[in-house]
Each structure stands twice: as structure tokens, then as C-alpha cells.
């Protein structure tokens, strides 16, 4: 009878022992393992997290009591924490809980440029707050789980607990479909970079914001806005790309455009024509989209002058100020097929004399741009002009952008913009 009343008690003390384990924070299971799962942070260490554009660590963050926690130390423009690696498509699942009157956030795609001073005017943020003693007025957009300035979420799920008691997060993307969940309820849904997107990203906090949300890549950053905030159980699962194949150009319109400076882009008889204005200054056609990898093909004819160019992995800085790395379109004797780095080591690969003869001058002259992790490659009329490999290219991203050169009287046209992207290739950025 003793041994069995032993024995029972042994039974019971694993039990419990494996329950205990089966809680643990900051592990994964055997399960998660199998599927792809990874840890952002370890419970121990702050290994794989780093300041925001910088390589070491001084925000005010800490390991406390196996969880990442801010020291409340931080403000609007400091006191971020980013990942060392860059993710593009995941399931993001992390616990939180937030001191009172609180104000945090988890952001994601963000890019670390020169001029960026904080992450939030590139990535998107699940917003981590205490919604009912924050001192002053919340509006829906800024609450617990909301898609910071963009999307709200439904109050029929949303539960949410007091300050100091742990809530668990999710957030989904899955190129392009976005999902939040809290405390077990998914509370919002949308699609990046649809209509509804961009009108809200135009109208609100945004409009002056040209590259906020477009990237498909970028770091994830966790938020000292001046309020104690803790975090465990950081888990990411990433998943594949679906490559697109589209025409960039309907025939119709400037759908799926954005025009940035004074001179005039218009559609006539099916076709694309940039013209100079009565500014004569640049001007610059962008896709709203950013295009990492892929394989550009269009037609153009150069009416008068033709000094242009289309621009690869590039954005907007601020009015017509562009960085990133165009292919020469040019009048014959200037390159056309080259690539030059704006605001940085200019030409970076001209094309030799002899092939100079490749462009049919007052005719349409075919071109297609392949882009692929650091190396870019041009064709004009289905001669190859340049290849070029370049790590600093490789680090980039941004949209597909056509220019118009400064001094008048330029004019191009322009028809059957398709691009294809790269199966599997923003993975390997």
C-alpha cells in the first residue's frame, strides 16, 4: 500500500513537472520546431536585437525576469530595438503587458535609411497601449491592436486585459494580406496596398510620409515611448513568397502611379508620354509599389532630346529628391543601358562605345532590366549592354520609377511595361 501511495505520488510530481514545462516562456516545442518556428528572443540575452541604425545596443531595454522590457526611458524619437535579420512574409506571435497608462508598440518592414530619424515613417505597428488610463484622448486608430493611423479594430473581439496582466498578440502577413490578433480574437483583416490602402495612408497621418508601408522587407522594431512595457514568447514562423507577374501600365491611365514634380505625364492613344513642363526641372513616374526582384520589361521612343531614365529599388526623400540606381535611357552617344547611383558614386557601369549603335534613334527600342539579390543586368533590343554586381544595390529596395531630366524639352513615350518577379528572390535580400 506504501509503494503504491509512493508511486502515486511520483505519477503525479512528473505530471506536474511536465505541465511546469509545457508553460515555460521563451522555448518552442518540438512541434513548433518541426514547423519552422524561431525564437526572437531567447528569455537570457538581448542577442539578435541591436539600436535602431545602429549596430550595438544602448536604447533602455533589459532582460528582466526572463522577459525583454523597456525602462521607460524612452521618447517619440528614441528608445527603438530592432531584429538583426530582416523578414519579409510571417506569423509573428508575441505575449506583452504594459505598466498603467502605457504607450509601446511592435513595428515591422522597417527600413533603417539615413534620413529616416524613427521607425514608424516606414513600418506598419501594432499598436501596444493601455487604452483606458492613458492620460488623454485616444482615438480608434491609436488603441490596443490597431494598425497605428490605418486600420481599427472590431470591438466585438476585442478583449484586452488590465495594465500589469500578460495579453497575446499575432500578427499575420502574407504578402500583402494582414491580420492582427489579441488575446485569442482576430480583431482586424485588411490587404496592403489596395485602394482602401492608399486612401487612408493619403488622407491621414501619412500623406507627407511618400514611403510609409510599401516596403515587403525590413526589420522589426519594438517601441520605448517613454512608458514601462514588457515582452516574452517572440516567436516568428516565416512564410514563402507568391511571385506577381503584372503590367504596370493599363493603357488607359496613370492607375497605380504617383507623380512627383511639376512635369506633365499623360496617356494619348494607349501609350505613356512624359513631356517636360514649363518648370523644366526633374520629374519623376513611381510605381506605388516596391519591387525587390524581378525581370522589367518595356518599350520606349524618344521624341525629343530623350534624356531619361528608369530607376531600379529607388524612393522618394522628399519632393523630387530621389535615391536609388537608374538605367540610362539617353540620346545615342550617352549610355542608354547604364546604371547610375543617384545622390551617391554616379555611374556605376557604362556601356562600351561600340554598342552605342544598339539604340535605333526616333523608333521604339525595347528594354528589359532583371534584377536579382546584388546583380543587375540591362538589355537593350535584345543585346545584353551591362551586368553589374554590387552589394550596395543588393541592400536596397524601393519602387520602379521613370524620370524625366531637368533643362526642357524632353519628350518620351512609353508602352507595355510588364514586370515578373523572381520566384523566391526577396528572401534572398
Known amino acids: 500500500m506504501k509503494h503504491r501511495f509512493f508511486l502515486s505520488i511520483v505519477i503525479l510530481f512528473q505530471g506536474l513537472l511536465m505541465i511546469g514545462c509545457s508553460q515555460q516562456d521563451n522555448i518552442l516545442t518540438e512541434q513548433e520546431k518541426q514547423e ?12 539578435g536585437w541591436r539600436d535602431f541604425k545602429g549596430q550595438g545596443l544602448t536604447a533602455t531595454w533589459k532582460v528582466e525576469g526572463a522577459t525583454l522590457a523597456s525602462l521607460g526611458e524612452g521618447s517619440d ?19 506583452w503587458k504594459i505598466s498603467r497608462g502605457g504607450n509601446s508598440g511592435v513595428l515591422y518592414h522597417v527600413l533603417e535609411r539615413p534620413e529616416y530619424k524613427v521607425p514608424y515613417v516606414s513600418g506598419p505597428e501594432y499598436q501596444v497601449i493601455d487604452d483606458i488610463n492613458f492620460p488623454g484622448k485616444l482615438e480608434e486608430w491609436q488603441k490596443a491592436g490597431a494598425d497605428y ?14 495594465p500589469g496582466q500578460w495579453n497575446s498578440s499575432k500578427i499575420v502577413f502574407d504578402n500583402g494580406h494582414v491580420e ?42 519594438l517601441q520605448d515611448h517613454g512608458d514601462r512595457a514588457w515582452y516574452k514568447n517572440i516567436k516568428i514562423k516565416e512564410l514563402p513568397a ?26 494619348d492613344n494607349g501609350e505613356l508620354v512624359c513631356e517636360s513642363g514649363p518648370d523644366k526641372q526633374y520629374g519623376y513616374f513611381g510605381t506605388r509599389k516596391y519591387y525587390d526582384n ?14 531619361s531614365g528608369v530607376f531600379i529599388r529607388s524612393y522618394i526623400k522628399q519632393g523630387v529628391e530621389i535615391s ?28 562600351p562605345d561600340d554598342m552605342e549603335k544598339i539604340l535605333k534613334k526616333g523608333e521604339w527600342n525595347k528594354m528589359r532590366i532583371k534584377v536579382e539579390g546584388n546583380t543587375v543586368t540591362t538589355f537593350l533590343n535584345d543585346v545584353q549592354m551591362v551586368e553589374l554586381t554590387d552589394d550596395k544595390i543588393g541592400q536596397g529596395q524601393g519602387r520602379i520609377l521613370l524620370q524625366i531630366h ?24
Open 406 to 429: 531637368d533643362g526642357g524639352g524632353i519628350k518620351v513615350r512609353w508602352r507595355n511595361l510588364h514586370v515578373k518577379e523572381l520566384a523566391g528572390a526577396r528572401d534572398m535580400l
Open 36 to 47: 519552422g518556428w524561431k525564437l526572437l528572443f531567447d528569455g537570457k540575452t538581448m542577442d
Open 324 to 351: 536609388g540606381w537608374q538605367v540610362e535611357v539617353a540620346p545615342p552617344g550617352f549610355d542608354t543601358g547604364g546604371i547610375y547611383e543617384s545622390y551617391g558614386r554616379g555611374w556605376l557601369a557604362l556601356i
Open 294 to 307: 524581378f525581370d522589367l520589361t518595356l518599350e520606349f521612343k524618344q521624341i525629343a532630346d530623350g534624356n
Open 242 to 267: 507568391k511571385p506577381m507577374e503584372e503590367d504596370l501600365f493599363n493603357g488607359r491611365d496613370l492607375t497605380g502611379w504617383d507623380v512627383y514634380g511639376t512635369e506633365l505625364w499623360y496617356v
Open 180 to 221: 492582427h490578433w489579441l488575446n485569442g480574437e482576430k480583431v482586424l483583416e485588411f490587404e496592403a496596398w489596395t485602394d482602401d490602402w492608399f486612401a487612408r495612408k493619403e488622407s491621414g497621418k501619412w500623406e507627407n510620409a511618400p514611403e510609409y508601408g510599401l516596403a515587403r522587407k525590413g526589420v522589426f522594431a
Open 77 to 95: 524619437s528614441t528608445g527603438y530595438i530592432v531584429t538583426r535579420d530582416q523578414y519579409s512574409n510571417f506569423i509573428l506571435t508575441f505575449d
Open 149 to 162: 493611423a490605418m486600420y481599427v479594430c472590431d470591438p466585438a473581439k476585442k478583449k484586452v486585459k488590465k
